[in-house]
Each structure stands twice: as C-alpha cells, then as structure tokens.
C-alpha cells in the first residue's frame, strides 16, 4: 500500500487555512504555510505539515504572538539584528533573509541575526534563498531542545544545533548542505523506535558513557556529537554565533519547546550570505563549481557503490519528483492532521481542492 | 629523559634567521616566524618549527615567491579578495585578517578571501586575530594535500579542509575551536605509526571500504570525513567557500605540497570577521559568553571523566605553560632542524639566544 499523495499547491493551501483557523493573519498564515510545503517538497519531511499540530496547539496556547512586531533592532552596513517579537520563525527569517540578500549585493556579503524569533523550519530553507540570486548562503541556529551533553559530561546542554550552506552551481543542481551537529538527528531515533529496529553504534550513548542501541530507551540517554569533541564544538560555535551573540537563548536558557507551549522560546537563528560577484566573474564560479561537482560525481567509486551524490543532490531530485507526482503523506500523519481539521472545523487536507 | 624546551623569543629568532638565510626579507621572515612561533605556543605543533625543513625546501626550489606583492584585487565595504602572489601564506593571511577586522569595524562584518597563497599553518592563528579587537574571527582554507575522498568514492578530490572559529570572552578564556573535518589528521596517523600502535576504526578506511587499523598501511587508504557523509558535505563546503570562491585551487587542482616543491600551490582561504558591537553590547556579549562557559564546565560528568573543557581552553592553559616553561622541542625535531642549520650555515636553535 503506497502513501496517498498531495499537491504542493493543495498542501500549502490546507496550512495556510488552518493556520488563519488559528489565529494568524491571512498573508503570514499563507507565508507561513509556502515555506512549510516547500520543507515537505524537498523532503524535509519532519519539518514540514508534521509541525502543523505542535504549531497550532502552541499558537492556540498563547506561545507564538500572532500579531508580530518583527522589526530590526540593529544595523550596520553588513549586519542587522532582528527581534522577532515572539511571531512564527518562518516569518522572522526569510525577513531576515530578505534583509541580508539586500545588504550582500550592496556590501559584497551581510550577515543577519534574530532573536525572539521561533522554529523556522529546515535550516536549508533559508540559505536556500540565495540561490536564485546568484549568491551563496549560509545558515546558523539554536535548536529549539536541548539533545546534546557537552563532551564528558551529561546535563543536556546543548541542541543539535544545525548548519546550512546553499551554493549556486550552472547546469548543475546547486550545492545544499543541511546537517545538524549530531552523528543522527532526533527524529531518526524515533523513526527507528517506530520501526521497532535498533540503532547503530555511534549514535547515542547512555549515562556511563556506553553506547546505546536501544531507541525505545533514548530518554535514558544522548545524541552523540559528529566527530567526537569536534561536533561538540561546532556546536557550541553555531550556538553562540545564532544564539549568545544575538541575545537569544543558549544553553540551560533553551526552552524544549515539544514539552512547553507556553513560555517564549527567545530562539536564535542567524544567516549569512555572501555574494559571488564581490570576487570575480559569477558565471565563472558557477561553471568551476559545475566542473567540481562532475569531478566528485565520475570519480572512482567503493565497489558496491552505485553513485556518488552531492549534498542536496537527492534533495533536488525528490522536489522535481514531488512536483511532478505528489507529496506522498504517511497514513498515520493523515489521521493527525484529520484529527487537527476537525478539532478546528476546517477542510480536511484531503478536502482541499489541489 | 624529557625534551629541552627553548623560550619563544629563541625559537622566533632562530626562524627568522632560517627563513632569512633561504631568501626571504627581513621584515617578511619576521613575521612568518612569529606566526610559526604562536602555532608551537599553542601548542598546533604540527604546524609550528616543524615545518621550518619543509617552507625552506619549497622556497628554495622557487616554489614559493619571496617578493610576493600582496594585494587587494576586489573590494567592497564587507569583502576583499586578495592575490597572494605565491608569497608565504602567513604574510597572505595576516593581511587579510587585519583587513577584515579593519572593515568589520566599520560594516558589522567582513569576509575576505585569498588565492595564490600557501600553506599559513593553523587555522586558529588567523580566527584568533580577531580576539584582541573583541570580535568573532572564522576561518576556513583549503588544505594543501588531498587526503579525502568524496562520501562513497575513492578518488583524493578533497583536503582535510579545516575550520576554525574564535569567540571572545570576558573573564574565561576565549573558545577557540580549531578542527579539520576529518575524524583523524594526517599527522595523528603519522604519529600512530611512529609509536608502532594501531589506529581506533573510524580514522581511515581501506580501497574496499573496509576499517584501515595499521597505520604503516595508511598510504593504502583514506581519512575518513566527521559524521561520514556529513564531513565530506563539510569538506566540500569548506573548500567551495575558501577555495572554488577566490579561484583558487579545489578538487583536482590541489598541488600536494608534500611531494611537490616546485608547482604553484594557488591556495585559497577565507576570513570572515564579525564585530559583536554590531549586534549589542560587547560587555554583556563576553559575560554571556562567561556564564555558558561556566555552565558546560560545571555540568554533571560521565562517571571517570575528570573535566570538561571547553575548545581551545587546553591550548590556552598549554599556551600559558609554554610561556613560563619554553616550548619543548622533541629530540627527533632538534636534530632535524641542526642539519638544516648546517646546510644553512646559520645558528642551531641551541645556539640561538633567548
């Protein structure tokens, strides 16, 4: 039995009436909703309609400000500091984005930050908004729960804090990094509970230190950094660079916001973009990056390897498939967001017209 | 039997001599010595005095230009590429460090790359620039030898790629991470074999992608990348911003220094600066910054661990030790560097002054 598929369109235009069924106004809820089905269409797929219901029920909890005053607080030539007064993420960073394509093309690169901003998202998302300007994008920011213990010790006090990079190639697919600082993220430890499989060694451990395989005990432990103390470093970097230096909360400050609707989450989130045409030819980088990535791509491979991808590659792929065919939606998500529709009195997601 | 440590003013001093012996100018041998001296002083030895032998080898095959003009080929108010014209890379990368900070200064932030530059040594020295002006130093280059293939592939397209990234702090030390995107350096495995002891799987893996434990071996194999595929994601992105960006040398084009003393390096770098004045208060940034620091390291520990360090808190405490005690020089390195000095006709590092 194959998942049902929707269409992007349809997809978009049940967020955005269930988003305005919960209080956001008509043009956010429709913002909002675009950046939601375009996580889903790249396959983000636990950053997209899944957040539909923890969005709703902390913007029915009185957790997100509906009404926003989203406004920069700071700026100079190349930077900006933006309070998101508590509003949706979404709405707080591809302002920040905006803001930052802007300020590059006139200072050769700009650098954004945010605070009282919320989740906003796949981080790819946002670096992802350079592209089609010619420019290069880079991604910062505080996860909105704490997975990660610094390295040795076990309070949790840090997040998987992820890092993307979006990178303009010609013929080719750009390139598009977007990787949390953890060997695995936490929803593919529930994925694997779900599954009712094993983890592999290396991705969490437990509170002696030893590994831990078990995913339906993964509240008895932690997500392991990439690389040891070096992932543990990055992400306490990324931290500090999206969360301390904005103001915004770090650290024990980090408000687990799967288990607290209530309480403002001060998240921190900061984008970089860098425009190529501050350092020679764009059309020039662009095929040098082509020409690299069809070095990587027809180079040697391990023999039982079949192909050798570039980041983002399969992400791109899969965006022109799901346009083409459909998003496909689990059955099970299908019921949650049923459930949702009918609590809020509003067109199921199968109801709306596509 | 412990190894004789010399002072840092001795081992500046008799760099400077060397340097200027194989035909670099005073001022520019200086400065490059300096720099070298910082790297064993916190303690990056891999790439301090130890790479005297191999700088002089390189300059005196022709391989590097000793009367490099250095010069900014593109600007504007948040971005400089600078030509390196083959000179020694410290002299490249102090220059764009200290252009960096300039016009972080006056834009919130700044980014400045190089090509036609060479082998700088550690990454941390150019983002620890950035610390005395109380700002937040970045920086990224392409290695100067490819030891990483892509995710799935065999071929050496890509370096060890490193990242460094130095944040001021009030009363605490500065956090300073300084990290390839390798699980191993190559110099780790060096050492591996020189101690006759085997590697922990995970460093390197054979051409069958199979676990590589005996590092005599390890020309039969490949370092393998943080996080697998997410550390090779990181390597390339690393390489694309510091190299592919400035048109400098990426992927194939990678001269292995190593081997080759003679071919152009065209090595590319990036700095990015940014001014946390920009954003707030510095005050109440480094306080913050304080308050995390002692957070981590006040945290609950696995059962056995002693400490839990902060990235860059060892080398600074190693930095401090350096200074009072001399920086110890293995014996292997001491006769080294004495047959050089002789080749040279210069003073040995014993005969130095301190």
Partial sequence: MTNPTVHVRQLERYMTTTLQAVGLPADDAHTVAQLMAEADLQGSDGHGVIRLPQYCKRIQAGGVNTRPQIRVEQERAATALIHGDNGMGHLVMKRAAELAIAKARQSGMAWVGSHFSNHAGPASLYARMALEHDMIGLYFAVGNANH?????????????????????????????????????????????????????????????????????????????????????????????????????????????????????????????????????????????????????????????????WLPGEQSHARRAAYLREGIPIPSALMQTLDRLSEQLNVPTLSATAP
Same sequence: chains 1, 2.
Avoid: C
Wanted: charge should be negative.
């Fill in 148 to 308: 990660l213990p610094p390295w040795g010790g076990l309070s949790m006090l840090l997040s998987t804090n992820p890092i993307a990079a979006a990178i303009p190639a010609g013929e080719e697919a750009p390139i598009v990094l977007d990787m949390a600082t953890t060997v695995a993220a936490y929803g593919k430890v529930k994925a694997k509970a779900q599954r009712g499989e094993m983890m592999p060694e290396g991705w969490m451990m437990d509170r002696l230190g030893q590994p831990l395989l078990d995913p339906q005990r993964s509240e008895e432990g932690f997500l392991l950094p990439i690389g040891g103390y070096k992932g543990y470093g990055l992400a306490l970097v990324v931290g500090l660079l999206a969360g301390t230096l904005n103001g915004a909360a770090m650290g024990k400050d980090v408000v687990d916001f799967n288990h607290d609707v209530h309480s403002v989450t001060d998240t921190g989130q900061a984008i970089a973009i860098v425009d190529p045409a501050a350092f020679g030819e764009v059309s020039h980088f662009k095929q040098q990056v082509d020409v690299l990535i069809r070095d990587i791509r027809n180079s040697e491979r391990i023999p039982g390897v079949d192909r050798i």
